[in-house]
């Protein structure tokens, strides 16, 4: 961490067909713990560099759509390498950008490399397609790219999401642009330096931070991109699903989505789970990196039996928190990503307490964007804080008297991501299985940090489009199949060949 202290001010410029291009307008990406200290000023694209970043991603696409999938896995592995060299560097550049912990922004650089090397291997899988050959004829399936790939990522994971769905669409033979999140353009810029020294050619990977608003609209648009992976919130992302759908003049195909959004994430504990467990695990999931994680808890829905128990368990546990700037290794919850989400978060505390009973507020630091970890008992269902995403360190308890209608609670909002069961009644983790619908469920444990292949991640309803992250039908989100079919009943073939008339 001294290292990197000495590196923070830095300039970062985009990447553009192989140059750090210097652009006119940059902004700054300071640390949230202390939003004095300039972590790096970024360069910022304008829609004409992003009209260049296209033509050159255009460009290269014929060569590396022809490039052998394995050069491009053995790519990816060698990225997955240095990443490995390089772990505390990255990891104590996530402390300072987006206020992670050390040992969790370990576990993510950890994620980055399993999802290069996952990914690598899955390609080599694919590659392969199949034969159906009959006698006569023969039969061959295959996948080809799709051609100009868009990645526009979020701040909360800001190297393992970006280096994910960047390398996903790399490895199948997409020529890619990574928009970053504005607050982690730092962290994605390493990723850049990363794939450029693994050896990735001109235009083929492209690093284009600017502002969400302004090019994230005319990437989604442009005519010549035909597919988007997307992570973030559910308001863009419904955006970019209506604006990919609008065929554009010039555009010949329709572009493919992939969004991964929010989640509104459950517990549910019942009367014969262990307290000792759950409170340990509800404390780690809901307020581990301030609840910033689309899969953080931000409902605990108990059975009245434990109610009382439970909740008082809940505050002592959560009251012995530390909460500080990351770089002291003592803190365990750090502060949120910026004044803006600071703010967001204020306004539903203070709507909370309209709805709610406060049971826990704790005080907090400053100076810095730190929101003191908030917990909120008897909650009612339909309360604004039991069905909107907050993305802080709030948490939401809800009291039922039955199971079933702990089941009908969890699963009355609009998200369905993760979710999380405390039991140790066979039948009630049975109906769970069946019943609770998320898309990764998670019965005695805490419901984040999701293990690439392990546990391939992501949700449905409003929680996402698409096929799971680190998982076996990701990357054929990034690929056509084709199939060739040969009348191969021949007497022999004319002699043409070489004869060019
Ligand atoms: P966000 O939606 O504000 O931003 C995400 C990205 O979209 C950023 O790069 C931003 O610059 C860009 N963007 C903003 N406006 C745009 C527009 N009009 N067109 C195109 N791009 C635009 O989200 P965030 O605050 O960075 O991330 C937090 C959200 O991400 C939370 O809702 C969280 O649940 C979600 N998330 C989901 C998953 C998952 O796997 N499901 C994982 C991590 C985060």
Not at 192 to 216: D, K, T
Not at 259 to 270: F, H, P, R, S, T
Not at 331 to 349: F, H, K, L, M, S
Request: aromatic residues 8%; proline residues 6%.
């Amino acid at each position: 961490m001294q290292t990197i202290r000495q590196q923070l001010g830095k300039a970062y410029w985009p990447l553009i067909n192989g140059e750090w291009i210097a652009t006119a307008a940059t902004f700054a990406s300071v640390n949230p713990a202390n939003p004095e200290e300039i972590v790096g000023q970024v360069g910022s694209i304008s829609i004409e560099e992003a009209e260049q970043a296209i033509a050159a991603a255009k460009a290269a696409f014929p060569r590396w759509q022809r490039t052998p999938a394995q050069q491009r896995s053995k790519l990816l592995c060698r990225a997955a390498d240095l990443m490995a060299q390089r772990r505390a560097e990255l990891a104590a550049w996530m402390v300072f950008e987006v206020g992670k912990t050390l040992q969790e922004a370990d576990g993510e650089v950890s994620e980055a490399i399993d999802f290069c090397r996952y990914y690598a291997g899955e390609m080599e899988r694919l590659d392969q397609g199949y034969d159906r050959n009959l006698p006569g004829e023969t039969n061959r399936y295959h996948y080809q790219p799709r051609g100009i790939a868009v990645v526009i990522s979020p701040w909360n994971f800001p190297l393992a999401i970006p280096t994910g769905m960047t390398v996903a669409a790399l490895v199948s033979g997409n020529c890619t642009l990574l928009k970053p999140a504005e607050p982690s353009s730092v962290i994605a810029a390493k990723l850049a330096e990363i794939l450029v020294e693994a050896g990735i050619p001109p235009g083929v990977f492209q690093y284009v931070p600017g502002r969400g608003s302004v090019v994230g609209p005319y990437l989604v648009k442009h005519p010549d991109v035909h597919m988007i992976a997307f992570t973030g919130s559910q308001e863009v992302g419904c955006r970019i699903y209506a604006e990919a759908a609008v065929l554009q003049p010039g555009q010949k195909h329709l572009k493919q989505v992939i969004a991964e959004m929010g989640g509104k994430n459950a517990i549910v504990i019942d009367q014969s789970a262990d307290l000792d467990q759950a409170v340990a695990g509800v404390v780690q999931s809901a307020f581990s990196y301030s609840g910033q994680k689309c899969s953080a808890c931000s409902r605990v829905i108990v059975l009245n039996a434990i109610y009382d128990r439970f909740v008082a368990r809940l505050v002592e546990a959560t009251r012995s928190l530390n909460i500080g700037p990351t770089v002291d290794p003592a803190t365990q919850v750090g502060p949120v990503i910026n004044a803006q989400a600071r703010d967001r978060i204020q306004e539903y505390i203070a709507k909370g307490k309209a709805e709610a009973d406060v049971a826990l507020e704790m005080p907090t630091p400053e100076p810095g964007y730190f929101i003191g970890p908030v917990v909120f008992s008897e909650v009612p269902p339909d309360a604004v804080i039991a069905q909107e995403e907050i993305f802080g360190p709030v948490l939401s308890v809800l009291r039922v008297q039955t199971f079933d209608e702990a089941i009908n609670l969890a699963n009355g909002t609009h998200y369905a991501l993760t979710g999380g069961l405390y039991s140790r009644t066979p039948s009630h983790i049975e109906q769970a299985k069946a019943q609770f619908e998320v898309g990764n469920l998670y019965i005695n444990r805490g419901i984040t940090g999701a293990i690439v292949d392990r546990q391939p991640f992501g949700g449905f309803k409003l929680s996402g489009v698409g096929s799971k992250a680190g998982g076996r039908d990701y990357l054929l989100q990034f690929l056509e199949p084709r199939v060739v079919t040969e009348n191969i009943q021949r007497q022999g073939f004319a002699p043409i060949e070489g004869v060019d008339e």
